[in-house]
């Protein structure tokens, strides 16, 4: 069965960095994963597309800031040199045969 | 650019019935696969169902299969959702996603429309 596990919570100073961590299930560990961003009472906006070797491709606009990685069944996103406004929401997304699957998503606090 | 409008959310009684409508625009509509995800209030992100660019194939969340049907107007660059038999746990934000080009991720999102279900 097809799962991401996502940490519900995490936080970082201002100008710091951050990783958040996103874990696919057994056997799965070639997916590639998508990470969207959900600031607060706004949609959702897509970050990247993060493939297992850590290659990734960015949405339209999305800052240098932002990058991932990959290792076996784990899918990162950092954020560097944070700003108040990356102080949302991040979830991450995959998919298999007929079926989508979203994390429980991760709360990031900017200190 | 890339714009989609969902509409038709509104406040509804369980059991009965409500369409979303999706309007997009900025891109080729037909060469897509489109997606509905919703979010309950204080909750995460729920992926409801997908359709393919030419309509033939879609897929639907456990929580919605023979009760949600997802549809699309090519000539209308419009993407539908039918909802019967509204539960109170369908209370939700419904967004329309674009489909990422070789990914079945979402790469474009609307604003969203909620749908409330209550007596």
């Known amino acids: 069965q097809l799962v991401v596990t996502q940490s519900p919570s995490a936080s970082a100073s201002l100008g710091a960095s951050v990783k958040l961590t996103c874990t696919l299930s057994?056997?799965?560990?070639?997916?590639?994963v998508a990470w969207h961003q959900q600031q607060p009472q706004k949609g959702p906006r897509f970050l990247m597309l993060?493939?297992?070797?850590?290659?990734?491709i960015k949405g339209d606009g999305i800052p240098d800031r932002f990058s991932g990685s990959s290792s076996g069944a784990e899918r990162y996103l950092t954020i560097s040199s944070l700003q108040s406004d990356d102080e949302a929401d991040y979830y991450c997304?995959?998919?298999?045969?007929?079926?989508?699957?979203f994390g429980g998503g991760t709360t990031l606090t900017v200190l | 650019q890339v714009q989609l409008v969902e509409s038709g959310g509104g406040v509804v009684q369980p059991g009965r019935s409500l369409r979303l409508s999706c309007a997009a625009s900025?891109?080729?509509?037909?060469?897509?696969?489109m997606h509905w995800v919703r979010q309950a209030p204080g909750r995460g992100l729920e992926w409801v169902a997908l359709?393919?660019?030419?309509?033939?194939?879609?897929y639907y969340a456990d929580s919605v299969r023979g009760r949600f049907t997802i549809s699309r107007d090519n000539s209308r660059n419009t993407l539908s959702l039918q909802l019967n038999g509204l539960r109170p746990e369908d209370t939700a934000m419904f967004y329309c996603?674009?489909?990422?080009?070789?990914?079945?991720?979402?790469?474009?999102w609307g604003q969203g429309t909620l749908v409330t279900v209550s007596s």
């Open positions: 996603t674009r489909g990422l080009r070789g990914a079945t991720v979402s790469d474009y």
């Open positions: 900025g891109f080729s509509f037909s060469s897509y696969t």
């Open positions: 359709i393919s660019f030419d309509g033939d194939i879609k």
């Open positions: 057994s056997g799965h560990n070639s997916h590639a």
């Open positions: 993060l493939n297992s070797d850590g290659s990734h």
């Open positions: 997304q995959t998919w298999g045969t007929a079926i989508v699957v």
